[in-house]
């Protein structure tokens, strides 16, 4: 999740129930991973229920739009290509902010919503870099 979060980074996580209705497009979530049982993943939420999200050269399109990631320096796209792909009731999609070194929905698919932990709320350790994120 570079450049927002460091690895070592220790975050406080505002459980979710099963609220999923809750999650938002840009919020950070902590997971388990879908192929990994007892592994736990951070990433980014950019694809939510119903949506079709796409990724051509590297920038992500939500419902045909551009989404505008604010969040991510230039240097951290890759140039991958995803064809539409049309998410599901209890579905989302999560990236990583450092794309080109990330394990997300594009190698596993959607993140169906029960794997959901709960959202990264701070930053907190170390001290230096505590702050909230988005």
């Known amino acids: 999740m570079q450049p ?10 505002a459980e979710l129930s099963s609220a999923f209705s809750k999650v938002s497009r840009g919020d950070i979530l902590v997971f388990r991973h879908p192929r990994k049982p007892g592994r736990y993943l951070i990433k980014r939420v950019v694809g939510l229920a119903g949506e079709t999200v796409e990724i051509r050269q ?3 399109f939500v419902n045909g739009e551009r ?3 604010w969040y ?3 240097s951290y796209l890759d140039s991958s290509d995803l064809a ?3 998410l599901g009731d209890a579905e ?3 990236l990583g902010d450092h794309r080109i070194d990330s394990e997300d929905s594009r190698m596993w698919g959607p993140l169906r919503s029960e794997l959901v932990v709960g ?3 701070i930053a907190y350790w170390p001290p230096s870099a505590a702050s909230y994120l988005r």
């Open 4 to 13: 927002r979060l460091a690895d070592g980074e220790k975050v406080l996580v």
């Open 58 to 60: 590297g920038l992500v």
């Open 67 to 69: 989404l505008q990631e």
């Open 72 to 74: 991510l320096p230039s």
């Open 84 to 86: 539409p792909l049309r």
């Open 92 to 94: 989302m999609f999560v």
């Open 119 to 121: 959202r990264a709320m």
